[in-house]
């Protein structure tokens, strides 16, 4: 059996029953599409958090619901926000010829052999990821840009640096080509600038609460005389 394999059962329970399947150790489901109405699936807990971290968001899954296979990807995972377990997951029905749109992380390699690397910097990745579009089984379990050609602060990998693989095209046909990835940059000297602001920051704060307090005493200063002419 394929690891991206998940076997489900219809089900009858919604709404408030669901909370009784949960405690049961299953994951309630709909699977959208196909020639038929959404069905009302569940499957056991553990089965499928282990294809939901194999798959994610970009990879298709061979759904077994009652016997009855249908190939399928992920439209959307609920999470509970205290106990951060997953309370339920959307289904899409696909079929291996169609063109389906998937998320694709972003893997940048080789940059430890770049020219940057070699003088001690690093870079931000500010993409993580991106929307491809592609048959199921041509679809990208990553996107891989070669970062071995950064060599200075400033250097940048861009949306036109992807080498896309056959079969597989960006989902954003409007997408600008110059939209950075990643950008290098000297962690050094970014921790000095720092530095040096917030050590310029506390000079002008101790400045101003000199001044107030010479100002304090001037005042106070005032009206002593002021009082010892009343008197």
């Not at 309370?87 to 169609?98: G, L, T």
């Amino acid at each position: 059996m394929s690891e991206n394999t998940l076997t489900l059962e219809k089900r009858t329970e919604t709404g408030k029953k669901l909370k009784g399947l949960r405690e049961a150790g299953k994951i309630p489901s709909v699977i959208y599409g196909g020639s038929n109405d959404p069905i009302l699936a569940a499957s056991d807990y553990n089965a499928t958090e282990k294809v939901l971290h194999i798959a994610g968001y970009h990879s298709t899954i061979d759904l077994d619901i009652d016997g009855k296979k249908q190939l399928a990807i992920v439209k959307d995972v609920a999470i509970d926000p205290v106990s951060r377990k997953i309370i339920n997951v959307e289904f899409q029905a696909v079929s291996a010829d169609q063109i389906i749109e998937a998320t694709a992380p972003i893997v940048i390699a080789n940059f430890d052999g770049s020219d940057a690397a070699k003088l001690h910097l690093v870079y931000l990745q500010v993409m993580e990821e991106i929307d491809v579009k592609a048959k199921p089984s041509e679809l990208p379990e990553e996107i891989i840009v070669d970062g071995s050609k950064l060599a200075k602060v400033g250097d940048k990998l861009t949306v036109a640096d992807i080498v896309l693989p056959a079969g597989v095209e960006f989902a954003d046909k409007e997408m600008s080509k110059d939209q950075v990835i990643a950008n290098v940059y000297d962690p050094a000297a970014e921790a000095a600038a720092r530095e040096a602001a917030d050590k310029a920051a506390a000079e002008a704060a101790a400045a101003a609460e000199g001044e107030a307090s010479a100002e304090g005493e001037a005042e106070a200063s005032a009206e002593t005389e002021g009082e010892q002419k009343a008197e």
